[in-house]
């Protein structure tokens, strides 16, 4: 009874249409699409700590000759959230939003225009160099949360491509 239902689900589903996005693994459509994506310079220590996500990403197929570019403007945003009484701050908020579009570099026709956004609470406590090091962590953590978010979208449009 088992076997059948087994089998009978497994009819199901492959006729539902869905099939993986990374078939074929590192030499699979989507995979040699992701290492032909060019990603330029971006401005500032969020841009480099971006890029640097999104290359670890779309390198892992191997090097490719750039096909696409994908142009990324960041907007990073530090705000003091908890004031206490004697007007010192007790959280911040750090803020990440990310403009992006993909262009086949041939053509010029973007073909993927999109915003990604992540933020993260921060805890401001006595030491100065805590609360710094906090900081920098939720900037590295936001960063490879926008670079995952982006990398989904560009695999998703080079897959209906």
Known sequence: MRILAATFACLALSACGLAPMYAGGGSGEVARGL???DVPPIAGRAGWL????LNDRFGAAGDSTPRY????????NLEALGILADDTVSRERRTLRARYQLVDASTGEI????TEGA??????????????AAEQTA???L???IADRIVTRVALTL???
């Open 35 to 37: 290492a032909a994506v």
């Open 50 to 53: 971006v890029r640097g996500e």
């Open 69 to 76: 570019r994908l142009d990324v403007r960041l907007d990073d």
């Open 111 to 114: 073909l993927l225009d999109a």
């Open 119 to 132: 933020d993260a609470g921060i805890d401001v406590v006595s030491s100065e160099y805590a609360t710094i």
């Open 139 to 141: 900037l590295e953590n």
């Open 143 to 145: 960063a490879r949360e």
């Open 159 to 161: 897959r209906q491509q």
